[in-house]
């Protein structure tokens, strides 16, 4: 539920439609680098801790 009318008019139509594959792809990324690297995976884990 979009928070503002400003907001939702922004993430409306292609524009919004156009941001998806950006933010799922940016997201594949950083579990890749979790996954890979060696000092952000023992960081997470770390984290996950506490």
């Known amino acids: 539920m979009p928070r ?10 292609s524009a919004g439609d156009e941001a ?3 933010g799922a792809l940016a997201m594949a990324r950083t ?3 979790l996954a890979i690297g060696p000092q952000w995976r023992t960081r997470c ?5 506490g």
Do not use: I, Q
């Open 31 to 33: 579990g890749l680098d």
């Open 45 to 49: 884990v770390a984290s996950r801790r």
């Open 4 to 13: 503002t009318r400003k907001f939702a008019e922004g993430v409306s139509g």
């Open 20 to 22: 998806v594959p950006d």
